[in-house]
């Protein structure tokens, strides 16, 4: 578990699958996932895979943090966007644990027997996933074995382009009707159809790319998102505006490599909302 993250959404993070099988952001044809480059620096280090693209397995990551003290009703000092909520640990932010190898028994003793201990239940935690599919098989065979979703286990899926839109939709399908769902679109490389596409989640992430050779984020495309989610009830957390930003029709320069002060934001672009969690029969 790493105490402490520089992702603006986030009190912490845990991997207790380090790699992936392949993305959008990663493979044959593109290398500019953030964390499969971190990889080329450190493959075979304690701690992460020996092949980024070969997804490994590290039991006992979540339990040791479930143990971390809780943060309920407490200030955040350096994300006072977050204060007074439950500690929000991020799942798989050097991964993705729902990989096609990765058991789904792994994910049963690791993911879920964690996250609903008596410790776990102290905190929320953000899964996310570029295989919704596989997670909405994986709920559904983790309940024909007797579990309830844990309403603490907010499940996520990423969206950067049409290309890979319908994973919103797939993620309607997991856990039941409790279940908090957000979908993070970053890094956005190009408009896509907010209205659709925040139908049944509760929480939008939206952030522009980081890199040298980071594509354009316009703008507009937040307020996009904003008029969206307004208009379906959905929390909105703007998270960065990336390297390459566009705004009012000229570049923005930002001293922040990633865009994410925003302090150096127009105000209108300055949203950092958590969601409502759901109670017993609402979707």
Not at 18 to 41: F, M, N, P, Q
Not at 85 to 102: E, M
Not at 115 to 122: A, L, P, Q, T
Request: glycine share 10%; proline share 5%.
């Amino acid at each position: 578990m790493s105490r402490g993250t520089l992702i603006q959404w986030a009190d912490d993070t845990v991997n207790p699958v380090v790699g992936c099988d392949g993305c959008e952001l990663w493979g044959l044809t593109s290398r500019i996932c953030y964390a499969g480059k971190l990889h080329e620096i450190r493959e075979g280090r304690p701690g992460y895979a020996r092949d980024f693209g070969k997804p490994e397995l590290f039991a006992g990551r979540m339990r040791a943090a479930a143990r971390a003290p809780a943060l309920q009703g407490l200030r955040r000092t350096a994300k006072p966007w977050l204060d007074g909520a439950p500690r929000l640990v991020f799942a798989s932010d050097l991964g993705d644990a729902l990989s096609s190898d990765v058991p789904f028994e792994f994910l049963e003793t690791e993911i879920l027997g964690q996250v609903s201990s008596e410790e776990g239940s102290r905190h929320r935690w953000l899964w996310l996933t570029k295989q919704p599919a596989r997670m909405k098989k994986f709920s559904e065979w983790a309940m024909r074995r007797g579990w309830t979703w844990p309403s603490n286990l907010w499940v996520g899926t990423s969206v950067t382009a049409a290309a890979n839109a319908s994973r919103a939709a797939q993620l309607r399908g997991v856990g039941d009707d409790r279940t908090t769902r957000f979908v993070s679109f970053e890094p956005l490389v190009e408009p896509v159809a907010f209205t659709e596409l925040v139908v049944g989640i509760d929480w939008a992430i939206i952030g522009g790319e980081s890199g040298k050779e980071a594509r354009r984020f316009d703008t507009t495309w937040v307020f996009d998102a904003v008029a969206a989610c307004r208009s379906s009830n959905v929390a909105l957390f703007v998270k960065q505006l990336g390297r390459n930003v566009v705004h009012a029709g000229a570049q923005l320069r930002l001293r922040d490599v990633h865009g994410g002060d925003w302090e150096e934001w127009p105000a209108d672009l300055r949203i950092r909302e958590l969601p409502r969690e759901r109670a017993a029969g609402q979707m």
